[in-house]
């Protein structure tokens, strides 16, 4: 437990506590383990509350005293076995992160084999595997939904993975490739690179990429633009690529939008997507899974 910034408050939490105990023994045995002295009568020491509510000058009852002095050496033998004093680690040399590794470890050593059974199989044919889809399924919905919904179609911002659009590649090995490593999409900002004219103009050159409607005036000067600036990444002819994570940007599905606003707070703002890595997270075996499930939503 080297939480501590210096030795020196290890020190000092473990002196405190032990001198805390120390008091609290001395005021409990020498309060609560004071009898009335022979021939001393029980009487009021004169406070009273809620009218007769009296304090007396007998010692508390003997179970009393008792069990105060038991939850004290109980606390003390618990600052011995567990860690509490200081930087000392306990006699048990118990952690939290130690019993949530070793319960990790029971039930990799349990249920790991079920999972590892399947890494032998290729991607192609485990897409087929109805076993396989199943235990898919169950590892994308705890794992998986949060970012990408629970039928996995996406949300702004997080692609929809059962269509055919994949910006990282929908080869069933890139999709293993982008669960394990992660991945992260980024364009820069354009927005003080060029000005408010060229990226109106460039979104409407781009909504003409996707056949939808836009600004006639607008594309011949859009077109410039982009095969200046934006087609080293998406492509002269807008289809994206897919080392980069670059999306197409000839179809009609949008990863932030295709209205000529969104696009252009695209352009002008970038976008940084990022999926996370979950090698060593999940595992190669639950990866291997969870990739050819991914790829039988599309296949
Ligand atoms: C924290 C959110 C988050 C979680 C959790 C997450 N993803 Fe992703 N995922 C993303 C984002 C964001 C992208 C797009 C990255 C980009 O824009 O470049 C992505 C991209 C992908 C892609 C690439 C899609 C393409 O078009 O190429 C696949 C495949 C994928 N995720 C599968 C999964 C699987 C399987 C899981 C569960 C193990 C998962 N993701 C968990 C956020 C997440
Ligand atoms: C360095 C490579 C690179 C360059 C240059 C670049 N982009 Fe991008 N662009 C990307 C990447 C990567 C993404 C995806 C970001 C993400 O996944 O979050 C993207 C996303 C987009 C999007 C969002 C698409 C969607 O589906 O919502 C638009 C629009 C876009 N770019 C337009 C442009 C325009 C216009 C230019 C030129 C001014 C440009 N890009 C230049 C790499 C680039």
Not at 57 to 83: D, G, H, K, S, V
Not at 89 to 94: T, V
Not at 136 to 148: K, Q, V
Not at 212 to 240: E, M, R, Y
Request: glycine letters at 12%; aromatic letters at 14%.
């Amino acid at each position: 437990m080297a939480d501590f910034t210096s030795g020196f408050w290890s020190w000092y939490v473990a002196i405190l506590s032990i001198i805390s105990f120390i008091g609290v023994l001395y005021f409990t045995v020498r309060v609560g383990g004071k009898k009335l002295p022979p021939g001393e009568k029980v009487e009021s020491m004169g406070h009273v509350w809620d009218e007769d509510l009296h304090e007396l000058n007998n010692p508390a009852p003997r179970w009393w005293y008792l069990m105060f002095l038991f939850t004290t050496f109980w606390a003390m033998i618990y600052l011995f076995l567990y860690p509490g004093l200081g930087s000392y680690a306990g006699y048990l040399g118990w952690s939290q992160i130690g019993q949530y590794e070793e319960e990790v470890q029971a039930a990799n050593e349990k249920y790991g084999p079920i999972f590892d059974k399947f890494l032998s199989s290729d991607l192609e044919s485990l897409a087929k595997n109805p076993e396989a889809l199943t235990v898919g399924s169950r590892l994308f919905s705890t794992y998986c939904t949060t970012c990408h919904g629970s039928d996995a179609r996406g949300a702004r911002g997080f692609p929809n993975l059962r269509d055919k659009d994949w910006l990282f590649g929908g080869d069933p090995e890139n999709i293993k490739t982008t669960i394990m490593h992660g991945r992260q999409g980024v364009m820069a900002a354009w927005g003080a690179l060029i000005s408010e004219k060229e990226i109106h103009d460039t979104a409407e050159y781009i909504r003409t990429l996707g056949g939808l409607s836009a600004d006639p005036a607008a594309i011949a000067s859009g077109q410039k633009t982009f095969t200046t600036f934006c087609a080293v990444c998406h492509g002269a002819d807008g289809k994206g690529n897919i080392q980069l994570g670059a999306p197409n940007l000839s179809d009609d599905i949008w990863l932030y939008g295709g209205s000529s606003k969104k696009i252009i707070e695209s352009i002008t703002n970038g976008r940084n997507g990022v999926m996370p890595p979950h090698q060593d997270f999940l595992g190669e075996a639950k990866v291997h899974i969870l990739a050819a499930y991914v790829y039988s939503l599309s296949n």
